[in-house]
């Protein structure tokens, strides 16, 4: 029943929650991306997480062998057929980087990896639906690099609350799929300050 209740509001979300982007109506959330985060936040503040097998799941995802290369090559797809190639680098370049600066500060690692499997499979397959994320090729790396930030800070977050750190993926996509217009105005902000700085128009 709860399941069918979370494939209802992803529909739901995708019919109803809409905006006007370059002069066309789209959706604006990721509707699996919202349906989850929804769910996941009503889980934690209700105290009903026991409900799920996300925990299992999550872990169910370390047991393949070659899972990275896997999703890596199922990625190739997607990338091949959206583009959204600069999603899934900015995403894991920064969660890449976040996680030496913090090992460096810390003295000792925040966690086992940079990302886990579940979250390789956020950043190569979730979070770049092409309706819900920028157009443009330097507006996505941006869109990657916020995704990132975000999931890092839900991370900490969610360890300081003593809730399930594996939420950290989902519950930061309905955030970032609003923040779209903003990155477009940042990678804007960066093209210009680049052609005044070297005098060529960026490559992306």
Same mark, same amino acid.
């Given at each position: 029943?709860?399941?069918?209740?979370?494939?209802?509001?992803?529909?739901?979300? @995708?019919?109803?929650?809409?905006?006007?982007?370059?002069?066309?109506?789209?959706?604006?959330?990721?509707?699996?991306?919202?349906?989850?985060?929804?769910?996941?936040?009503?889980?934690?503040?209700?105290?009903?997480?026991?409900?799920?097998?996300?925990?299992?799941?999550?872990?169910?995802?370390?047991?393949?062998?070659?899972?990275?290369?896997?999703?890596?090559?199922?990625?190739?797809?997607?990338?091949?057929?959206?583009?959204?190639?600069?999603?899934?680098?900015?995403?894991?370049?920064?969660?890449?980087?976040?996680?030496?600066?913090?090992?460096?500060?810390?003295?000792?690692?925040?966690?086992?990896?940079?990302?886990?499997?579940?979250?390789?499979?956020?950043?190569?397959?979730?979070?770049?639906?092409?309706?819900?994320?920028?157009?443009?090729?330097?507006? @996505?790396?941006?869109?990657?690099?916020?995704?990132?930030?975000?999931?890092?800070?839900?991370?900490?977050?969610?360890?300081?609350?003593?809730?399930?750190?594996?939420?950290? @993926?989902?519950?930061?996509?309905?955030?970032?799929?609003?923040?779209?217009?903003?990155?477009?105005?940042?990678?804007?902000?960066?093209?210009?300050?680049?052609?005044?700085?070297?005098?060529?128009?960026?490559?992306?």
């Amino acid at each position: 029943f709860l399941q069918l209740l979370l494939l209802a509001s992803a529909y739901l979300a @995708k019919e109803f929650l809409t905006w006007d982007r370059n002069g066309r109506r789209a959706h604006i959330f990721n509707p699996s991306g919202f349906a989850l985060a929804v769910t996941g936040l009503l889980l934690m503040l209700t105290g009903n997480v026991d409900l799920t097998y996300g925990l299992d799941l999550t872990w169910s995802f370390s047991l393949p062998p070659h899972f990275y290369e896997v999703i890596f090559l199922l990625g190739l797809v997607v990338q091949f057929l959206f583009s959204t190639t600069w999603i899934t680098a900015g995403a894991a370049f920064t969660l890449w980087f976040l996680y030496g600066a913090a090992e460096w500060w810390l003295g000792t690692p925040l966690a086992p990896q940079p990302f886990d499997p579940a979250v390789f499979l956020g950043l190569t397959l979730l979070v770049t639906d092409p309706v819900t994320s920028p157009r443009r090729p330097l507006s @996505k790396f941006v869109f990657g690099v916020t995704y990132g930030c975000g999931i890092f800070v839900a991370y900490i977050l969610l360890r300081l609350t003593h809730q399930p750190s594996y939420f950290d @993926k989902i519950i930061v996509v309905p955030f970032l799929n609003l923040m779209v217009p903003w990155c477009d105005s940042i990678a804007d902000r960066l093209r210009i300050r680049w052609i005044a700085l070297v005098g060529i128009p960026l490559p992306i």
